[in-house]
């Protein structure tokens, strides 16, 4: 029988011992499923050419605090909690700095929360609860106050063109807010949005913005009313269904923690222990594909995601994606998988932390990260970790990278071999934020020697670092780089990859992803 704890509703309880699953993970799924269907309604009977908007923020408000209820009981508080407080704050305050108080108290009000949570009620159960969901509409509150900061009181010409793109002009109704931070498309799982994203899908202004091309008769070609997301959805879903598949059968029999265990240190050869240390973390992944692409495929199902049309005509539904598989499996840097994993965040630590950080943008960024994931001692030790090989792995690719690119024999070596080490550092990197605890994370890596901290330390004390200017680089670790992830760029449109070499094509490729017809 499976048995475990929850604050939310027990009514699964027969479900969840017949697939003997906990009941707080049983909830959650359900609750996505339910979601799912909601969502197909929403957009069938309650779209926004019949309904009008004031309706479309009840109802998707309503259901998403019941989703939440149902998951997680009396906790779901904290949700009206944060977000109310945080909603006086910024009327309170006013728009000079309600920004910064914002950030404060919605990111303390999440740590308290999860100090709690670990130290207080169970460690060590890595399951669903509350501080999830929190961990979301911290993001969006965060995200939403530095957006009317922008828009209400700094220049425009002191904003940079994404910044600029996504400002608000006017403060939220209570209705508006509530509904950004808590709708049932996005309380359980995400991902982030814009609120303007967020208001012009509620309002039915998605699908209609101007669609400029090279001549009238190119724009009139990509107009298109109201595109189907069936395509789309179907397809989440079976990726949904395949990692699913993957993480029960697959996952535990490769667990992480087997790379501690005494007798396999012992018996098992060098080459043996680099290859589990990759195929467990690799059985680690389904289970993020799965929540975050259900997450991804709800949204589309009720419409919201649409980007635009790509050189085909066919219809995108990546708006707010949050991650790309094929890129994740396929990395040849430690970038090109930071770019492609958990993507919506890594946009908001660009946006509310890199782009303004005064000075060591990247460390505060990972520190940043590390707050907000929790307060469990691994995740610091792979953020720390993380700092370190992206700058050595950053150092190295400035150095070598040109002498490989010619002939293509010898850049497919390259490429091999930098997957290899990618994939390897990538795993030996994020064995503390499965582990969690600071034992067994020292184990591990004072059983490898600290190698690869070693490697990193080396490089960057025997190769040259250049030096790059704040735009030059902006947000290198955590965007998408479209030569690297995807080279289909003369192809597609409405692109969310956002090159890392100058901080004016970095802008435009950022708001290109937002844009709507195929680029002039």
Known sequence: MATSSTTGSTLLQPLSNAVQ???????????????????????????????????RHIVATLLGLYLAFFCFGWYALHFLVQSGISYCIM??????????????????????????????????QYSADF??????????????????????????????????????????????????????MGILAGPLCSYKDYIAFI???????????????????????????K????????????????????????????NIDEQFRATASWPTRVAYLYVSLLAARPKYY???????????????????????????WDLISNLRIRQIEMSTSFKMFLDN?????????????????????????????AIWHGVYPGYYLTFLTGVLMTVAARAMRSNFRHYFTEPPQLKFCYDVLTWTVTQIAISYTVVPFVLLSIKPSFTFYSSWYYCLHICGILVLL?????????????????????????????????????????????QNQELGSRHWSPRP
């Open 462 to 506: 025997l190769l040259p670092v250049k030096k790059t200017q704040r735009g030059e680089t902006a947000h290198e670790n955590l965007q998408p780089s479209p030569s690297e992830k995807c080279n289909d760029t003369d192809s597609s449109v409405g692109r969310s990859g956002f090159p890392t070499t100058n901080s004016v094509s970095s």
């Open 131 to 184: 501080s999830g969901p929190m961990m979301i509409i911290t993001q969006k509150i965060t995200s939403l106050a530095y957006e009317i900061h922008d828009g209400m009181f700094r220049k425009d010409e002191d904003l940079s063109l994404s910044q600029r793109e996504l400002a608000v002009r006017r403060m939220p109704s209570l209705l508006e807010y509530v509904s950004y931070t808590c709708n049932f």
């Open 290 to 316: 799965f929540a975050w692409t259900l997450a991804d495929a709800i949204n589309n199902a009720a419409g919201f995601g649409f980007r635009g049309y790509d050189g085909n005509g066919v219809a995108r």
């Open 203 to 229: 309002e039915g202004r998605a699908y209609h913005r101007p669609q400029p091309g090279h001549n009238g008769k190119e724009a009139a070609r990509w107009e298109r009313a109201d595109p189907s997301p």
């Open 21 to 55: 699953l906990p009941i707080d993970q049983v909830n959650f799924v359900v609750c996505q499923l339910f979601a799912l269907l909601a969502a197909v309604w929403f957009r069938t009977y309650l779209h926004s050419s019949k309904t009008s908007s004031f309706i």
């Open 91 to 124: 009327i309170i305050i006013g728009v000079e700095s309600m920004h910064k108080y914002c950030f404060v108290f919605a990111l303390g009000y999440l740590t308290v929360c999860q100090i709690t949570r670990v130290y207080i009620f169970d460690y060590g």
């Open 341 to 369: 994993w958990n993507i919506q965040t890594a946009l908001w630590l660009k946006r509310v932390c890199y782009e303004r950080a005064s000075f060591s943008p990247t460390v505060q960024t990972f520190f940043l990260s």
């Open 231 to 258: 395509a789309a959805v179907t397809q989440k879903l079976l990726v949904c269904v395949l990692s699913l598949l993957v993480h029960l059968t697959v996952c535990s029999a490769l667990p992480v923690g087997y």
